[in-house]
């Protein structure tokens, strides 16, 4: 089998920017699992599914923003036949200037960048702020689109209203190959919901079992069983938050084929069992006592 590279993105800029502000609306939101040489804003308008960054296996949905390290893979692959959409602001290390960062009032932005080189999730109050500013960036001029970018990186590096995402930094050379894992992550998102075996799943890239088990755990830092229970317990997430489905129901509507081990793998991934997430997100205002966690815990 021959090697394949690395997707790499080029950024495209006009005579007239030295950064990249768009918004990309699907089929061109949707883009395989890639890299590139510059940071990367990400405001979500339209449609949900699962953030791929990294070693990071998350949601997506609108008002999201992430900012990602150059270098740092990362895809985002839509739930099903929805339309997706955002605002993607696409910026180098010279936009920045190192002699504009390296000053005393420059340090809180450079570990900002240096946060970055996990992926960040941007949160709380933050979010909000940053969304608007974002939002018009796109149809800025001159040198009104620098300080909205350096609006955002500031609001970012002041309140560390962020998660970091991936468990590892990016190497600048990355070691995985686009082609065969981005077919691997379309496989397991269209049928994580059946039961998917090492043969099936690694006869989609033409690997023998344990040339793909190595494969897998040499690119993405864990095991595919470990990647597809994740797919599995973040659509039971989304099921539990969004619907009166029983525990059961989700069980099997996510690809488990038994309870204990739907609880077992939640346990795992969460901290707390799937009657307590529900409670906690459905009802995020009131408390859970300890009868409550003593009955809910019984139950595993």
Known sequence: ??????????????????????????????????????????????????????????????????????NLPHTFQKAGNVITSAVVIQFSDD?????????????YIKNLLLAATQGLKIIGHCREKMAGIIRDLENQQRFARIISLFQCLNMMAESKEYLALSSQAPDTVYSLQQEEIDLILQYTNRNFRNKISLREVSM??????PAFCKYFRRSTKKTYVDYLNEIRIGHACKLLKDTNKSVIEICFESGFNTLPNFNKQFLKYKSIPPSTFRKMTKHPLVGISADDDYRILSEQ
């Open 95 to 107: 936009t920045v200037g190192s002699d504009l960062i390296n000053l005393p009032e420059g340090a």
């Open 204 to 209: 989609v890239v033409n690997m023998s079992i």
């Open 1 to 70: 089998m021959s090697i394949m590279k690395p997707l790499i993105e080029k950024l495209t800029l006009s005579e007239n920017t030295s950064f990249v502000a768009r918004t990309y609306r699907t089929p061109n939101f949707e883009v395989p699992w890639h890299q590139h040489n510059e940071y990367e804003l990400i405001l979500i308008l339209e449609g949900e599914g699962t953030a791929f960054v990294g070693d990071h296996i998350g949601d997506f949905s609108p008002g999201d923003i992430f900012f990602l390290a150059p």
